[in-house]
């Protein structure tokens, strides 16, 4: 009896929509987590530096090495999009900023703003479902 072949879910532009947060999300935890360089010390006064705290802010980790590469795909995929304008918005839409930002920066309306992200998506969404869906 031979086995099934494995099935791969068709990328669609909900899933590359979200892969491409993810990669938003990794990069900014990227270079913000200890980002002090080694050998610095705090400039302040003895007496302004707070020696116990009433919180505890808990910092995400470092993303791990296969977080990492999976955002680096994934922001490669942007180059598959010839327009650097559409790419730039793609970013920011990962980036979750709002539309009325976006608004702003482009000059364009929110409905051609989500037009060329579809449009965008739609592209990257094709061209992994021709790949065979193996990334």
């Known amino acids: 009896m031979t086995a099934a072949p494995p099935t791969v879910e068709p990328w669609t532009l909900d899933r590359v929509a979200v892969r491409l947060e993810q990669a938003a999300d990794v990069e900014r935890l990227r270079f913000v987590a200890y980002a002090r360089p080694s050998g610095v010390k705090s400039s302040w006064p003895a007496h302004q530096i707070q ?3 009433d919180f ?3 910092r995400r980790p470092i993303p791990s090495a296969p977080e ?3 955002a680096e795909e994934a922001m490669g995929w942007l180059l598959w999009v ?3 304008e559409v790419r ?3 970013w920011s839409k990962a980036n979750r900023r709002s539309d009325r930002d976006l608004m702003t920066e ?3 309306s929110r409905t051609t703003i989500n037009r060329m992200c579809v449009d965008g998506l739609r592209l990257i969404a ?3 479902n021709v790949m065979g869906g193996l990334i």
Do not use: D, G, H, V
């Open 106 to 108: 482009f000059r364009r």
């Open 56 to 58: 505890f802010e808990a």
């Open 68 to 70: 990492i590469s999976r």
């Open 51 to 53: 020696s116990s705290f």
């Open 88 to 90: 730039r918005l793609l």
């Open 82 to 84: 010839k327009s650097l």
């Open 126 to 128: 094709n061209k992994l």
